[in-house]
């Protein structure tokens, strides 16, 4: 009776940290059917807007790296709440910019604010995975194959709730929901979990005496870039989706939110099955599917370009397709390189979860900042979203070839 109490204590606090990361990534997901157009409309350029969505990007590549090197037992939690406090109410200051009439104060308003989103990203990114793995270490591998699961959930509610919220008080009111109920998940949370406790957690941070470049560098680079791409290219398509529906097809903001939501919603309900097959060891069959399935976008949002599938309807396909891509292609990834970790020179599991947290978390940074300022601020505006879906589409290839390369 006893050890069903603590099982469900353990779930309960469980659900709620999956909740609340889950809020992170609906933070990340609710400006991209609403901002570029209300920014647009203030005069704002595409490569601004880009640029500001690149920004936060930024600041979670520099808090990846040094990071690690202040984790140790007694400040996983705290950073991970105070990270998540401090991005809800940054979230509620994004949605209050809009009120600034000079375009040059609101720029430079929310260079400040995707400055300061971005160091609590980089923060709640880097402890997540230990903090969260920890809660049920019985069940550590499916919690992190759920993990992608949760932010399919937070990147659908995002534009869905968005979009709902939009119609009922204008561009302000999503965001300052979503910043307040963000805001009460994380003090909840912060009160009622446990502090991180585990013998590879001592005073010292770990990743002091983590081996960061091992003997099979280039394998593991190699393993790693078709998630690159994959980052790549939905940062570009979280930047310039909404500006290519509405100059193709007249979409506008409370119609092309249903785009988004059925990205994530696809996310949401592959990441659960993706769950169960990798901890059936299943882990380099729904690699290899995973890139196929980005592959398989890439094409698809290619063939816009062409007369006969310009159709705002044909681009629900390309979206479910990236779905059922991205949750698969993340947990498989970050097991393929935690395998390879604990084969080289990392024997803790510890050790080996918190690299491929860490580096998972740096190329996501590095991805993002390509896809939205090099992809989306540049070469959208030069060729268009077609022709940069096949440029990514040729890169795919290629890092599918060395990927394949590097397991043979």
């Known amino acids: 009776m006893k050890a069903d109490s603590i099982n469900c204590s353990l779930l309960a606090v469980l659900t709620i940290n999956l909740i609340l990361f889950g809020c992170e990534e609906l933070n990340a997901s609710l400006p991209a059917p609403l901002f570029p157009l209300a920014a647009s409309r203030k005069g704002v350029s595409t490569t601004w807007i880009a640029a500001l969505f690149g920004l936060a990007d930024v600041s979670i590549l ?3 790296l040094i990071l690690p090197f202040l984790i140790c037992e007694n400040r996983v939690n705290q950073i991970y709440y105070f990270a998540m406090a401090i991005a809800a109410c940054s979230m509620i200051s994004f949605g209050l910019l809009i009120k600034i009439e000079n375009v040059r104060i609101y720029i430079a308003s929310n260079i400040l604010n995707r400055i300061i989103t971005g160091l609590c990203a980089g923060a709640v990114y880097s402890c997540a995975v230990p903090l969260i793995s920890n809660i049920h270490s019985e069940k550590s591998a499916l919690v992190i194959s759920l993990i992608p699961g949760i932010q399919g959930i937070g990147y659908a509610l995002g534009p869905l709730v968005g979009g709902i919220l939009y119609k009922i008080g204008g561009f302000i009111f ?21 502090s991180l406790k585990s013998s590879n957690y001592e005073k010292e941070a770990i990743a002091k005496n983590t081996k960061w470049f091992s003997k099979n560098l280039v394998k593991e680079t190699c393993l790693i870039l078709p998630y690159f791409n994959l980052v790549t290219y939905n940062a570009f398509r979280t930047a310039t989706l909404a500006l290519f529906l509405k100059n193709q097809f007249s979409v506008i903001e409370d119609r092309n939110y249903m785009f ?34 980005l592959t398989i976008t890439l094409i698809e949002l290619y063939l816009l370009s062409f007369s006969v599938f310009s159709s705002q309807y044909y681009v629900y396909v390309p979206l479910i397709v990236n779905g059922v891509a991205y949750p698969t292609l993340t947990s498989s990834t970050y097991l393929v390189l935690e395998n390879e970790f604990r084969k080289g020179d990392i024997s803790s599991v510890d050790e080996s979860r918190l690299k491929s947290a860490v580096l998972i978390s740096i190329v996501r940074s590095i991805a993002r900042l390509v896809g939205q300022f090099i992809v989306a601020g540049i070469f959208y505006d030069k060729y268009g979203f077609c022709n940069c879906c096949l440029g990514l589409l040729v890169l795919n290839v290629t890092f599918l070839v060395f990927s394949l390369a590097s397991l043979c």
């Open 62 to 64: 520099i808090v990846s």
């Open 174 to 194: 999503p965001f300052i929901f979503v910043g307040a109920m963000e805001l009460i998940f994380s003090i909840t949370s912060a009160i009622i979990t446990p």
């Open 260 to 293: 988004f939501a059925v990205l994530g919603f696809c996310n949401a309900a592959v990441s659960p099955i993706s769950g169960f097959l990798l901890s059936k060891r299943y882990v380099i069959s729904l690699f290899w599917i995973s890139q196929l399935c």
